[in-house]
């Protein structure tokens, strides 16, 4: 998976660190100052990096929670963020981390405890419940057997019931949590796009019956699961639609589903720019596009109208008061 | 379709193997560096010794070269406190003593080993750190990175002197053997960058129309920049063969063949109908 794992001189000694050089001994392992020495250098090629990431272990510095941008996530209180990971070890075309970051390398902060201490912070100074959503970087879960970050927020998260843990992710990677008791408030949300854009456009990324599969088994375990129809692409016919609806649903118990929602494919203009660059010879940034407050989409005549029947098949499926939009 | 490497090694010694398992021919008339290429995307020049002969010979070469999409390996000997004389190093870590800036070459997984490296002035003798140690790498990694993206510069070193085979003895005329000792291991990794290089260059090459048009008509800076995008956008999305023919079409200037490629990508990207979708 890694070609080799980069550590900071910082962490040299942390528990987690030392268990991950362990995990990949045979790997080289290279020490540096700062992970940003490696991670945000110019002229890296994230493309081509994409085919030997390496893995950066760090401590996170500066500000661990921040607000989720507006319209993200479900109505549900206070959203926050945090990103105990930078990247992900899937490669999804439409992903807009290729367009945000200068290398593909996953940056692993170690430092869970501060990030702990953070949450607390920020679920002191709230009122009601907070929302913690923890795939806004990366993959909540598909480093999991290295990181053990379920491992260690879920029963983190379990004990400040007004916080809720959203692990975003598109993992098979569930079996530290069918080793622990469910968590209501710690939400897996999976994400899906059809079939043949999912061929198309998500690279080492799980099947969509695999997926499924993994949570149909959390579901059945009693954790609280969601779904996510992210990014909507109109590639994809109704038709491609409506058998991934039936296909989801028929699985799982819709009526305990937590929240389902679409996302349009949209991307800052400013990480759409660098993704062209990186992808010129990719037909789905070949497309026409629109930009409206510096946010890119896809052109798509009658949008509204076809988002509009792709709502209305899904809401034969799900009780309406458990779906929304995904802004951003 | 192979890509293109250029080698770049300090001393005339280093270079005899590396010309001859690549059957390179010397560049005539000499420059102000000996250099030698063959057919096939494969150039050498020999810097001298130094951080700053690295750094002039990458520019030198570079400057002799059309446009492209190459990728630089250094190979030379080096210094070793603990490695056996003759152990080949891909180096992931270069720092440079003088300067104390870092750089951070990629790590293929090809299966060598890898090894930190420190370029020093002048030959180390006390081999104080767990590194190899050596006289141009950080040149030329600055240098060459600053050509092309930083995932196509590699620096491999073969170790010639250690603690117990102390710099003063090394013996220069053995070091075409050291690197015939390696020659599966440089080839493999000359093959992996000609491979990742002609990968660079497919991803990001121009469709040969692209400069038929710009001998065509006359561009603006702004414009010229837009035909690059557009030409890309018809590949993409697999209408080469209109955008030849749009290239065979007289139009009356820049702007009128501008509003005819427009039109057209808008009109594909409406159908959705690309024959690359057509064929999944």
Same mark, same amino acid.
């Given at each position: 998976?890694?070609?080799?794992?980069?550590?900071? @001189?910082?962490?040299?000694?942390?528990?987690?660190?030392?268990?991950?050089?362990?995990?990949?001994?045979?790997?080289?392992?290279?020490?540096?100052?700062?992970?940003?020495?490696? +991670?945000?250098?110019?002229?890296?090629?994230?493309?081509?990096?994409?085919?030997?990431?390496?893995?950066?272990?760090?401590?996170?510095?500066?500000?661990?929670?921040?607000?989720?941008?507006?319209?993200?996530?479900?109505?549900?209180?206070? #959203?926050?963020?945090?990103?105990?990971?930078?990247?992900?070890?899937?490669?999804?075309?439409?992903?807009?981390?290729?367009?945000?970051?200068?290398?593909?390398?996953?940056?692993?902060?170690?430092?869970?405890?501060? +990030?702990?201490? @953070?949450?607390?912070?920020?679920? !002191?100074?709230?009122?009601?419940?907070?929302?913690?959503?923890?795939?806004?970087?990366?993959?909540?879960?598909?480093?999991?057997?290295? @990181?053990?970050?379920?491992?260690?927020?879920?029963?983190?998260?379990?004990?400040?019931?007004? !916080?809720?843990?959203?692990?975003?992710?598109? #993992?098979?990677?569930?079996?530290?949590?069918?080793?622990?008791?469910?968590?209501?408030?710690?939400?897996?949300?999976? #994400?899906?796009?059809?079939?043949?854009?999912?061929?198309?456009?998500?690279?080492?990324?799980?099947?969509?019956?695999?997926?499924?599969?993994?949570?149909?088994?959390?579901?059945?375990?009693?954790?609280?699961?969601?779904?996510?129809?992210?990014?909507?692409?109109?590639?994809?016919?109704?038709?491609?639609?409506?058998?991934?609806?039936?296909?989801?649903?028929?699985?799982?118990?819709?009526?305990?589903?937590?929240?389902?929602?679409?996302?349009?494919?949209?991307?800052?203009?400013?990480?759409?720019?660098?993704?062209?660059?990186?992808?010129?010879?990719?037909?789905?940034?070949?497309?026409?596009?629109?930009?409206?407050?510096?946010?890119? @989409?896809?052109?798509?005549?009658?949008?509204?109208?076809?988002?509009?029947?792709?709502?209305?098949?899904?809401?034969?499926?799900?009780?309406?008061?458990?779906?929304?939009?995904?802004?951003? | 379709?192979?890509?293109?490497?250029?080698?770049?090694?300090?001393?005339?010694?280093?270079?005899?193997?590396?010309?001859?398992?690549?059957?390179?021919?010397?560049?005539?008339?000499?420059?102000?560096?000996?250099?030698?290429?063959?057919?096939?995307?494969?150039? %050498?020049?020999?810097?001298?010794?130094?951080?700053?002969?690295?750094?002039?010979?990458?520019?030198?070469?570079?400057?002799?070269? &059309?446009?492209?999409?190459?990728?630089?390996?250094?190979?030379?000997?080096?210094?070793?406190?603990?490695?056996?004389?003759?152990?080949?190093?891909?180096?992931?870590?270069?720092?440079?003593? =003088?300067?104390?800036?870092?750089?951070?070459?990629?790590?293929?997984?090809?299966?060598?080993?890898?090894?930190?490296?420190?370029?020093?002035?002048?030959?180390?003798?006390?081999?104080?750190?767990?590194?190899?140690?050596?006289?141009?790498?950080?040149?030329?990694?600055?240098?060459?990175?600053?050509?092309?993206?930083?995932?196509?510069?590699?620096?491999?070193?073969?170790?010639?002197?250690?603690?117990?085979?102390?710099?003063?003895?090394?013996?220069?005329?053995?070091?075409?053997?050291?690197? /015939?000792?390696?020659?599966?291991?440089?080839?493999?990794?000359?093959?992996?960058?000609?491979? =990742?290089?002609?990968?660079? $260059?497919?991803?990001?090459?121009?469709? $040969?129309?692209?400069?038929?048009? %710009? /001998?065509?008509?006359?561009? &603006?800076?702004? /414009?010229?920049?837009?035909?690059?995008?557009?030409? =890309?956008?018809?590949?993409?999305?697999?209408?080469?063969?209109?955008?030849?023919?749009?290239? /065979?079409?007289?139009?009356?200037?820049? $702007?009128?063949?501008?509003?005819?490629?427009?039109?057209?990508?808008?009109?594909?990207?409406? &159908?959705?109908?690309?024959?690359?979708?057509?064929?999944?």
């Amino acid at each position: 998976m890694f070609s080799a794992v980069y550590f900071e @001189s910082e962490v040299r000694d942390h528990p987690r660190t030392r268990a991950i050089l362990e995990r990949y001994r045979e790997l080289p392992h290279i020490e540096c100052e700062r992970f940003g020495q490696i +991670f945000n250098r110019k002229a890296q090629n994230f493309r081509m990096q994409k085919q030997y990431p390496a893995l950066i272990l760090a401590r996170k510095h500066g500000r661990k929670v921040l607000p989720a941008p507006a319209g993200y996530g479900f109505e549900a209180g206070q #959203s926050h963020y945090f990103s105990h990971m930078l990247n992900c070890i899937y490669d999804c075309r439409y992903c807009f981390l290729q367009g945000m970051y200068r290398s593909a390398h996953c940056v692993l902060f170690v430092n869970f405890e501060d +990030f702990a201490d @953070s949450i607390l912070q920020s679920i !002191a100074a709230g009122s009601g419940t907070q929302v913690f959503y923890s795939g806004y970087d990366c993959d909540s879960l598909a480093l999991e057997p290295v @990181s053990n970050f379920a491992e260690f927020f879920v029963p983190f998260f379990a004990q400040h019931p007004r !916080a809720v843990l959203e692990l975003r992710t598109k #993992s098979t990677q569930i079996s530290g949590l069918l080793q622990m008791a469910p968590a209501p408030n710690c939400i897996v949300a999976m #994400s899906f796009t059809t079939e043949a854009c999912a061929k198309r456009w998500e690279r080492d990324v799980p099947s969509i019956e695999k997926r499924l599969k993994a949570l149909a088994r959390l579901q059945e375990a009693g954790w609280p699961v969601a779904i996510r129809f992210e990014p909507l692409l109109p590639e994809a016919d109704q038709k491609a639609y409506a058998s991934l609806f039936d296909l989801i649903f028929r699985r799982l118990d819709a009526g305990r589903v937590h929240s389902t929602s679409t996302g349009l494919f949209r991307m800052p203009a400013d990480y759409f720019r660098n993704t062209l660059k990186l992808y010129p010879d990719e037909p789905l940034f070949a497309r026409e596009t629109r930009t409206e407050n510096g946010i890119v @989409s896809l052109e798509q005549p009658n949008r509204e109208a076809w988002l509009a029947e792709l709502e209305e098949m899904l809401f034969r499926h799900i009780d309406p008061a458990s779906y929304y939009r995904c802004a951003n | 379709m192979n890509g293109e490497v250029n080698l770049v090694v300090a001393h005339p010694l280093e270079a005899k193997e590396l010309i001859e398992w690549f059957e390179l021919g010397e560049v005539e008339p000499r420059g102000k560096y000996r250099c030698y290429e063959n057919k096939k995307g494969i150039a %050498l020049v020999i810097s001298g010794m130094g951080v700053r002969n690295a750094v002039n010979a990458v520019d030198w070469l570079h400057g002799r070269q &059309s446009p492209g999409f190459r990728a630089w390996l250094n190979v030379g000997i080096a210094g070793h406190p603990s490695a056996a004389v003759g152990q080949g190093l891909l180096i992931n870590r270069i720092e440079h003593r =003088r300067s104390g800036d870092c750089f951070w070459p990629p790590i293929p997984d090809l299966g060598l080993q890898g090894c930190g490296l420190v370029t020093v002035d002048e030959p180390e003798t006390t081999y104080e750190q767990d590194a190899a140690f050596d006289m141009e790498a950080a040149g030329f990694f600055a240098q060459a990175a600053g050509l092309t993206t930083t995932d196509l510069v590699y620096v491999f070193k073969i170790v010639s002197d250690n603690r117990e085979n102390p710099v003063d003895e090394v013996n220069l005329q053995r070091v075409p053997e050291l690197l /015939r000792n390696l020659e599966s291991a440089i080839r493999k990794l000359v093959d992996h960058l000609r491979e =990742r290089s002609a990968a660079i $260059a497919d991803w990001y090459g121009m469709p $040969a129309e692209f400069e038929s048009l %710009l /001998r065509r008509h006359r561009f &603006s800076a702004t /414009r010229k920049a837009a035909l690059a995008q557009y030409c =890309r956008r018809f590949c993409a999305l697999g209408m080469q063969g209109r955008l030849s023919e749009i290239a /065979r079409v007289r139009f009356r200037d820049a $702007a009128s063949l501008m509003t005819a490629m427009r039109l057209e990508l808008a009109s594909a990207s409406e &159908s959705g109908k690309t024959s690359r979708q057509g064929a999944e």
